[in-house]
T-cell receptor
Framework: AQSVAQPEDQVNVAEGNPLTVKCTYSVSGNPYLFWYVQYPNRGLQFLLK??????LVKGSYGFEAEFNKSQTSFHLKKPSALVSDSALYFC?????????????FGTGTRLKVLA | EAQVTQNPRYLITVTGKKLTVTCSQNMNHEYMSWYRQDPGLGLRQIYYSMNVEVTDKGDVPEGYKVSRKEKRNFPLILESPSPNQTSLYFC???????????FGQGTRLTVV
């Protein structure tokens, strides 16, 4: 079965330190990969995506993500965390089948950046 | 401003009383979708639509209906809500190709 795993329910990091939020997937083919962020009482907002090309993709608010095909991972990173980065982060995968609108979401990782 | 608008934001209802949650997008997107978000389960797709009059079931369609009579609107209908449909609901839309989705602000539904 196709799936997306975010192994950490919560990640705590001190402000100014680098952060990593992990995501691995089990989807055949070459899926599209996405990260979304959810702030309290808000909908999900797009951060970045990987479609093809360079394994390191840059997105909004200084975030970046590294695609690793052999490990089927797409970890979200930021060199220096801010308190305002505290939110719920979702990894999502869209299988490459044409004509489908099938997103598979991970269960989410809550990021807490401590001042 | 490009946006997906859901209404209402909050709703408390009683078991069995039909309700509709509206969703509208102003980006002329072909694809629209409904999700529910539950703790520990992430987002699960309820229904999606590829275009006007074209809809299909997602992962958890039981107890829900949708319609897509116009491109901009994609209402979610609960004919006979039950307490296990208490959840946070999101509507999303996207264009064609490898594009990202735009999400509404969510509807928190409580069924008592």
């Amino acid at each position: 079965a196709q799936s997306v795993a975010q192994p950490e329910d919560q990640v705590n990091v001190a402000e100014g330190n680098p952060l990593t939020v992990k995501c691995t997937y089990s989807v055949s083919g070459n899926p599209y990969l996405f990260w979304y962020v959810q702030y309290p009482n808000r909908g999900l907002q797009f951060l970045l995506k990987y479609i093809t090309g360079d394994n390191l993709v840059k997105g909004s608010y200084g975030f970046e993500a590294e695609f690793n095909k052999s490990q089927t991972s797409f970890h979200l990173k930021k060199p220096s965390a801010l308190v305002s980065d505290s939110a719920l982060y979702f990894c999502a995968v869209r299988p490459p089948t044409s004509g489908t609108y099938k997103y598979i979401f991970g269960t989410g990782t809550r990021l807490k950046v401590l001042a | 401003e490009a946006q997906v608008t859901q209404n209402p934001r909050y709703l408390i209802t009683v078991t069995g009383k039909k309700l509709t949650v509206t969703c509208s997008q102003n980006m002329n997107h072909e694809y629209m979708s409904w999700y529910r978000q539950d703790p520990g389960l992430g987002l699960r797709q309820i229904y999606y639509s590829m275009n006007v009059e074209v809809t299909d079931k997602g992962d958890v369609p039981e107890g829900y209906k949708v319609s897509r009579k116009e491109k901009r609107n994609f209402p979610l209908i609960l004919e006979s809500p039950s307490p296990n449909q208490t959840s946070l609901y999101f509507c999303a839309s996207r264009g064609t190709g490898a594009t990202e989705a735009f999400f509404g602000q969510g509807t928190r539904l409580t069924v008592v």
